[in-house]
Structure formats: C-alpha cells, structure tokens
Nanobody
Framework: QVQLVESGGGLVQAGGSLRLSCVASGRTFSSYAMGWFRQAPGKEREFVAAINRSGGTTNYADSAKGRFTIYRDNAKNTVYLQMNSLKPEDTAVYYC?????????????????WGQGTQVTVSS
C-alpha cells in the first residue's frame, strides 16, 4: 500500500500560481503512476493531470493544458502540480492518486490510492 498526503493549497488571486505537492509513503514510489484530480462543490471529481512511473509521459485535461505542469521526483517520493494563470473556475479540492497497474490514466476508477485532498481557492 501507499499513503498519500497533499499540501500546497490555499487562497490565491486570479492569475496567480500555486504548487501542490503530494508525498507518498509505503511501497516504492516509482512503482506508481500518479494523477491529480479535483472536485468543486456540487460537481463530480474530474481529471486534471497524470504522469507515468518514470515521469516521461504526462496527460492533461484540456482545462489544464498550457497552465498546469505535473512532474515527479522519485528520490523524494513526491509528485507536484504547478498551477499558473489560475482562474476562479479552478477552485476545488485537489486530490492526488496512485495506481500500480495503469500508466498516466485519466480515469479516476483506475487509481487505487487517494490522498485526503487540499483546498485551492481562486478569487476573482
């Protein structure tokens, strides 16, 4: 198993930036592909970005392309989500997730482990 803990959320003005971090503990971090998802109030959880085990392959939701960057440091057991040019519609709880089977999947059902989430609020 792997335990995931997110951090880095907060309140930021539109146009600002945040970097989310997700630290994994337990089994070998490099054995897991990682994803970031988000859930806004009253909405379903949605895919944001994903990265494969080595970090060489990434996937992004259309809403994240060009603004968000996912990357990982396997030596630090950490995956990051750099978010730039933030918009009010990016406001949500952001979750990191891990899967030992699939690679950089966009589907939440393919992730077996989830963090507790970190709140991101973007003011207009």
């Amino acid at each position: 198993q792997v335990q995931l803990v997110e951090s880095g959320g907060g309140l930021v003005q539109a146009g600002g930036s945040l970097r989310l971090s997700c630290v994994a503990s337990g089994r070998t971090f490099s054995s897991y592909a990682m994803g970031w998802f988000r859930q806004a109030p009253g909405k379903e959880r949605e895919f944001v970005a994903a990265i494969n085990r080595s970090g060489g392959t990434t996937n992004y939701a259309d809403s994240a392309k060009g603004r968000f960057t996912i990357y990982r440091d396997n030596a630090k057991n950490t995956v990051y989500l750099q978010m730039n040019s933030l918009k009010p519609e990016d406001t949500a709880v952001y979750y990191c997730a891990a899967t030992s089977i699939y690679s950089a999947s966009t589907e939440s059902k393919r992730y077996h482990y989830w963090g507790q989430g970190t709140q991101v609020t973007v003011s207009s």
